[in-house]
């Protein structure tokens, strides 16, 4: 479902809104200040921004949600999960996913194509947030975020809720080198020449690592196709990134 506030609107998901702790969204393009390409929610300090407009459009996204401070990890298309504590938030996390038990800490990550995969463990209080493009499926990040989340939190991965955020959908994931780039169980997911459903390789990894199938929502929602809504980098290139934050409220 969508939610707006002024002139911001974010996707939120079935399977997160019942929980009154928990705030979220996948923010549209809309309502921010950037210009031009990063018209106008651009959330991302690493596409030649203004930063001054970026931390104004941070500060809406967690004005928005209700939420005091944002947590950005450096991401490096890569599958390194980073806990985030109440002594280590304000440091740089090099890792493209992050999970955290502290309150009132969004944890914020960019995309424009990827994905972006919401974790909820309700039994422990725990939550994560991953960036996964390609490369971070091929690392099996989302395997990574359980296993962080069960070794460090004590998560039951049959206990999570996840969500995927949109993305590249099957119709625009074409990889003309997939031999090279992606495993040999990927082939599979090929729904045309060289095009990929990456929505469906997420839920079988999901799923691979004990995740039940009722607790994945895929938003099914292609950036590439909703110009309005979603910067996409396969599209327009140099594009600016939507936001994506999860947050445990007081």
């Known amino acids: 479902m969508h ?4 002139n911001l609107s974010w996707l ?14 996948v923010f549209s393009r809309k309502g921010g200040v950037s210009e031009g390409r990063f018209a106008s929610l651009n959330a991302s300090m690493s596409v030649g921004d203004s930063s001054d407009k970026i931390k104004e459009n941070r500060g809406r996204i967690a004005q928005a949600l209700g939420i005091e401070h944002l947590v950005v990890p450096h991401a490096t298309h890569g599958a390194a999960v980073s806990r985030v ?16 038990t502290e309150k009132n800490l969004g944890l914020l990550v960019t995309h424009a194509d990827c994905q972006t995969g919401f974790f909820y463990d309700p039994v422990h209080q725990a939550i994560a947030i991953a960036h996964s493009g390609w490369r971070g499926s091929v690392q ?5 975020v359980a296993k962080a989340l069960k070794e460090q939190i004590g998560s039951n991965p049959a206990d999570l809720l996840v969500c995927i955020s949109p993305s590249l959908g099957p119709d625009h994931a074409e ?10 169980e990927f082939w599979r997911f090929q729904v045309k020449p060289q095009y990929f459903d990456f929505w469906e ?3 079988m990894q999901l799923t691979g690592c004990g995740v039940r199938p ?24 140099n594009a600016g990134r939507n936001g994506s934050v999860i947050a445990l409220k007081f």
């Open 3 to 6: 939610a707006s506030k002024e």
């Open 12 to 25: 939120e998901f079935d399977l997160l809104k019942p929980y009154p702790k928990l705030a979220h969204g």
């Open 85 to 100: 504590t109440g002594e280590n938030w304000q440091k740089t996390h090099q890792a493209d996913a992050l999970f955290t």
């Open 140 to 144: 099996n990040i989302y395997e990574n």
């Open 175 to 184: 990889f003309i080198h997939y031999q090279q780039e992606l495993p040999e």
């Open 201 to 203: 390789i997420s839920k």
């Open 214 to 237: 009722e607790n994945i929502e895929i938003a099914g929602i292609c950036t590439y196709c909703e110009a309005d809504d979603y910067f996409s980098h396969r599209r327009e290139k």
